[in-house]
């Protein structure tokens, strides 16, 4: 893996996993700037590996682990290889669409908000419709009801509250959990609370991520700017990610706490607290 450059605005990183050639051309042209500093980082868990010579450029470190590593882990390269070469780290998928204004405008409200250590922007399907993807802490219920009982009234209420329905998803709020779809780190609070637990192969890294920043910084949605996101693990479900999510959020209850967790419910009551009225 060549180094990263020193004095890096932003350094961009990309999971792919037998990612189309058009899609990953995508992705990197999305994410250069004419304003900022940008790096990006390919991290390719293909098996075989895929063939990316077309993405070799001054601007962009490519590197294969021969082996399929999992979402957070794989991300840890490219955060581990950028320490100490840049202001803040990107998490970004490849299935995301952006306009070249995202990244300059959510930088230079970071720039602005010295207390904040990660932010996320307004994320749509498609088809124009919004993503709730702010959300409390979980606890078991919540995700079991999503998962297997959504169709119950008692299912519904839960996840009304857990991602916040009732809310217009309009204003600068403050979550503790933000998805790993894009996220925009201050990289001095990540030096503070490390990388993705690895423990998680895929799914609730960015949740714990996500706690972990949120317990030192501000963690805020910033709706100003949007994406659209293709979310394909709802699209196409299969059981092999059914099964790597079970295994994730049972790591993640397991670190955190089941049914007693003291520091969830505190923090879910200051969230809650935002939003009365609503």
């Not at 995508?26 to 010579?53: C, E, G, M, Y």
């Not at 030096?191 to 890294?205: Q, S, T």
Request: aromatic share 12%; glycine share 4%; net charge neutral.
């Amino acid at each position: 893996m060549q180094p990263i450059p020193d004095g890096i605005d932003v350094c961009v990183s990309f999971v792919l996993f037998g990612t189309a050639r058009e899609e990953v051309e995508q992705a990197i042209a999305q994410a250069r700037s004419d304003t900022l500093k940008i790096h990006i980082v390919l991290i390719d868990n293909s098996q075989p590996p895929l063939d990316l010579a077309f993405a070799q450029a001054d601007d962009v470190t490519v590197f294969s682990t021969s082996t399929n590593l999992g979402y957070g882990r794989a991300h840890n390269i490219a955060l581990a290889a950028s320490k100490g070469r840049c202001r803040y780290n990107l998490v970004m998928n490849t299935d995301l669409q952006m306009g070249p204004e995202v990244i300059p405008a959510l930088v230079t409200f970071m720039d602005d908000h010295d207390d904040v250590g990660l932010t996320t922007p307004k994320v749509r399907y498609p088809d124009g419709s919004l993503q709730r993807l702010c959300r409390l802490l979980p606890d078991p219920a919540d995700l079991l009801g999503r998962r297997f009982f959504s169709k119950t009234e008692w299912a519904k209420k839960r996840n009304k509250r857990y991602e916040f329905h009732n809310w217009h998803y309009d204003t600068v709020a403050e979550f503790p959990f933000l998805s790993g779809c894009f996220m925009l780190i201050r990289r001095s609070v990540l030096d503070v609370v490390g990388y993705f637990d690895e423990r998680y192969f895929l799914y609730a890294e960015d949740l714990d991520l996500s706690r972990r920043i949120h317990a030192v910084a501000r963690t805020l949605f910033v709706p100003h700017q949007s994406v659209i996101h293709e979310y394909r693990s709802q699209t196409k479900p299969s059981w092999r990610r059914l099964r790597y999510a079970i295994v994730s959020l049972a790591q993640y209850f397991t670190k955190w706490g089941w049914v007693r967790d003291v520091e969830r419910d505190r923090i879910n009551r200051r969230t809650c607290q935002q939003f009365e009225g609503f």
